[in-house]
């Protein structure tokens, strides 16, 4: 995404965070969301694109990390 490759992600497991094009698990839903993103592409991209580098950049990721140490030595 941070290079400008939209991404449909099924809305189940982990990373429900990522500003992602989210789908239900089943192949047509799946379809349903591959096609808006084809029919929206250019908008779609540059919107999570944006995103993931206004939020998930190394600087957030830093802070994060350094706040599970601390937390986890007290």
């Known amino acids: 995404m941070a290079c400008g490759c939209p991404v449909v992600f099924t809305n189940i497991a982990g990373l429900v965070d990522l500003p992602t094009l989210q789908a239900e698990p089943l192949s047509s839903d799946i379809c ?5 993103l084809l029919n929206n592409y250019q908008k779609i991209k540059e919107d999570q694109k944006k ?3 206004e939020i998930f950049h190394q600087d957030n990721w ?3 990390w350094l706040r599970v140490i601390k937390n986890t030595k007290e």
């Open 62 to 64: 830093s802070d994060a």
């Open 32 to 36: 349903d969301k591959l096609k808006y």
């Open 51 to 53: 995103k993931v580098r």
